[in-house]
């Protein structure tokens, strides 16, 4: 069995550092099992958050979505899409218009292969992504802005994390990684439901048989199901979403 783990909200809290009781857990699974990790982040924040061992101890971590390849350390393949020149003044309208008064700096910024949006702002600070994610709870504005911005660029933008939008080419999201990985594979992420960036992932292991996608609500959750698994308290292939 093959395992694929996404990270913010699924192994830490988003853009936090791992628990350490958990990451002596998590390492202890990873050796035993093949593993994978799959995340919008850029490598340098995985490894801030999971720290060396458990990034080197995965068969690969694929970073920006699948289009930053690294393994033992060292990135071995990267997508060289850039956003164009339209898209990126459009993102800029919508920031203006954002009635979201506290904005930080660095709103557009570009991953290989990929761009994450944020009205707060990458620089934002605990408090500042509380408040931006309770706004964006009330006024869904994440959704709204990633289903116009599809429409009108033919682009995938993706909610991802608590503050952002995460920019791919159609196809280069979480998906593109199914064709790196044996199967059979069992997923476990926190942003599964449509417009999720775990959702192309979801729908690309309904493909195969033996395949199965387990959301959850936090580390906790994925702690509890990693033990049950170890235990066989819960078989390989249930806790399909
Ligand atoms: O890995 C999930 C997301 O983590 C961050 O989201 P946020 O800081 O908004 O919680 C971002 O790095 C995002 O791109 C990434 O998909």
């Not at 990790?37 to 080197?56: H, M, N, R």
């Not at 071995?76 to 700096?105: C, H, I, Q, V």
């Amino acid at each position: 069995m093959n395992y694929i783990f996404d990270v913010d909200g699924t192994l830490t809290l988003s853009r936090q550092e791992i628990d350490t009781e958990f990451k002596e857990f998590f390492l202890n699974f990873i050796k035993k099992h093949n593993c994978y990790l799959v995340t919008g982040s850029d490598y340098a924040k995985t490894l801030d958050q999971l720290g060396k061992e458990i990034c080197e101890s995965v068969t690969a971590s694929f970073n920006c979505a699948g289009n930053s390849v690294w393994q033992k350390g060292k990135q071995t393949w990267a997508n060289e899409w850039k956003l164009p020149s339209d898209a990126r003044e459009w993102l800029e309208g919508m920031l203006d218009e954002s009635g979201f008064y506290r904005k930080t700096g660095k709103h557009i910024e570009e991953r290989p292969g990929m761009v994450n949006f944020s009205i707060v702002g990458r620089n934002c600070n605990l408090e500042e992504r509380a408040m931006y994610r309770e706004w964006d709870e009330h006024k869904n504005e994440r959704s709204f802005i990633a289903a116009v911005f599809e429409d009108t660029f033919g682009l995938s933008a993706q909610v991802a994390g608590e503050t952002g939008i995460d920019i791919v080419p159609p196809g280069a999201d979480k998906s593109q990684v199914v064709e790196w990985i044996e199967k059979p594979i069992v997923f476990f992420g926190d942003k599964m439901q449509l417009g999720g960036n775990d959702f192309p992932l979801v729908k690309a292991l309904e493909q195969y048989n033996k395949c199965s996608s387990i959301q959850v609500k936090d580390w906790k959750d994925t702690q509890r199901m990693l033990w049950a698994l170890e235990n066989s308290i819960v078989h390989e292939h249930v806790g399909v979403v």
